[in-house]
């Protein structure tokens, strides 16, 4: 099925570290969400986007609805390390509430 | 709310066996999926309800794949037979306007 360019794949970082991942695709959406996974869970939504060029934030936590409506990005700022798991971007076209999901950003944060 | 409610957390099974998944949306969401995530292929979308039909099932894999939503509150995921390239983490979600998942049922299939 379709699926959405994520980068980077995984990342090791060093607490308080600035992370910053992003999204892309050949398609256009109408909006970009960002979920974490923790192990053993289902993802949990962080931030949703519903605007090009929207910038929302939440805590430590920035995304960016692309101009191009293509693409997507998030960054935490300050890593802690409750911030590791798995990230993952979705994108939405259409009248239907139908989200393809990107690959995935592995965070592992250092204390 | 207690949240999507999935049964059973973990089903270890032979190939072969049917295998039902079960799912409990969020009170008034009107949208249900089913989603498959594997280590290879990530999250997938199976399949989609709305307001108990289905819309979208071009993301089954295979006729041993079937999913019913018999009323807005109890959805299944049936394999039938079941393989051991079936074994995934299965994810059911709900939406009104936001998706929100279960914890998933994490199938392995020997």
């Known amino acids: 099925g379709q699926q959405l360019n994520q980068s980077p794949q995984s990342m090791f970082i060093q607490e308080g570290e600035d992370v910053s991942m992003n999204c892309t695709s050949s398609?256009?959406?109408?909006?970009w969400l960002w979920y974490k996974q923790d192990p053993g869970e289902g993802p949990v939504l962080l931030i949703a986007?519903?605007?090009?060029?929207e910038l929302t934030s939440n805590g430590r936590l920035t995304a960016q609805f692309g101009i191009t409506r293509k693409d997507s990005f998030l960054n935490i700022s300050a890593s802690i390390p409750s911030d590791v798991g798995i990230y993952f971007c979705?994108?939405?076209?259409?009248?239907?509430?139908?989200?393809?999901f990107g690959t995935g950003t592995l965070l592992a944060v250092q204390p | 709310d207690a949240g999507v409610i999935q049964s059973p957390r973990h089903e270890v099974t032979e190939m072969g066996q049917e295998v039902t998944l079960r799912c409990k949306p969020i009170?008034?969401?009107?949208?249900l999926f089913w989603y498959r995530q594997t280590m290879m292929r990530g999250l997938e979308l199976l399949i989609y309800?709305?307001?108990?039909?289905?819309?979208?099932d071009s993301g089954m894999p295979e006729d041993r794949f079937s999913a019913k939503m018999p009323n807005a509150s109890f959805s299944t995921l049936k394999i039938q037979p079941s393989e051991p390239r079936d074994s995934a983490v299965y994810f059911c979600?709900?939406?009104?306007?936001?998706?929100?998942f279960g914890a998933g049922s994490r199938l392995t299939v020997l």
């Open positions: 979600a709900s939406s009104r306007t936001v998706l929100t």
């Open positions: 398609s256009i959406f109408n909006t």
């Open positions: 986007l519903y605007k090009a060029g």
């Open positions: 979705a994108g939405q076209s259409g009248a239907t509430n139908k989200l393809i």
């Open positions: 009170s008034g969401h009107d949208y």
């Open positions: 309800f709305n307001n108990n039909v289905p819309i979208d």
